[in-house]
């Protein structure tokens, strides 16, 4: 029996049918906000405030192993309901969401862990879902592309260790924006559309000290739409780090509209 613990985006619904796929036993703690999986048999409706209700529904299902995907939004903590261990617990979870809603599930994580519940990777039954090494379209990265992803991968080097952005588009070598907590889509939505050739890259990569079972960097067909509107060149993944969404579909836009999508 595994445990899935759920927040937003799509990339659930893809590991939840891979799962039913080969008929593995699981149970779903549900943490969106419209109780995306309530249909599902083995839904479970918690708060994140509830730790001890979560620990105690894996622990009577036999539930060793969990596997976080999806993104778990920074609580209303005035106004979630809490347990014993929750009231126990949430002061160390508030401490966390202040550096990112990632540490949030980082802190959950390192609880479980205290009660003898291993956390596994996001991607253990859906490992084709991250891209491998290499340039994975027709149009390949030329000299200029290559200075603006060093000065990309450069540039989310520096940032502090604590600091919550994955990714930053560079065009002409200038670096043009550096993702809030708002969103990769936030950041690409306040780029200028650069007009005639397609220029500029954006780079996304896992944070400092991110814990890599969970909240890799995800590339959807959504991304790669944004990316052609303000008329960028390519998008850069670090190998193996990734999530990337309905890769088929995603790799046909690109190849369509002559983007690159590479993996260092």
């Known amino acids: 029996m595994i445990g899935l613990i759920f927040g937003e985006t799509d990339f659930p619904k893809i590991i939840l049918k891979k799962i039913r796929k080969i008929k593995k036993k699981y149970l779903i703690i549900d943490l969106t906000k419209k109780k995306t999986f309530r249909k599902d048999e083995c839904f479970n409706s ?20 969990v596997l976080f995907a999806g993104r778990v939004n920074k609580p209303n903590f005035s106004k979630i309901k809490l347990d014993l261990k ?12 202040k550096i990112g809603d990632a540490a949030i599930l ?4 390192n609880i479980f862990k205290k009660e003898q519940i291993k956390t596994i990777n996001s991607l253990t039954f859906n490992p084709d879902l991250s891209l491998s090494g290499g340039i994975h379209t027709k ?17 989310l080097n520096k940032l502090n260790s604590y600091n919550f952005s994955q990714g930053t588009v560079v065009r002409n070598q200038k670096i043009l924006a550096i993702e809030g907590k708002s969103g990769t889509q936030k ?16 780079v996304k990569f896992p944070k400092k000290k991110q814990d890599l079972r969970i909240d890799l960097p995800t590339i959807g067909l959504k991304t790669l739409i944004q990316c052609k509107r303000k008329n960028l060149k ?26 690159f999508i590479s993996c260092v």
């Open 86 to 97: 929750g009231v126990y617990y949430i002061p160390k979870i508030i401490k966390a969401s």
């Open 139 to 155: 149009t390949k990265p030329n000299y200029d592309d290559r200075s603006d992803i060093k000065i990309a991968i450069m540039t």
């Open 46 to 65: 918690v708060s994140i405030g509830q730790i001890g209700k979560i620990i105690e529904i894996l622990k009577a299902n036999k539930c060793k192993k």
């Open 187 to 202: 950041m690409l939505s306040k780029i200028k559309k650069n007009q005639g050739v397609s220029k500029g890259v954006l």
């Open 106 to 109: 980082k802190e959950i994580i």
């Open 234 to 259: 390519g998008v850069v993944l670090k190998k193996k780090q990734n999530v990337c969404l309905d890769k088929k579909k995603l790799i046909s836009f690109a190849n369509k509209n002559k983007i």
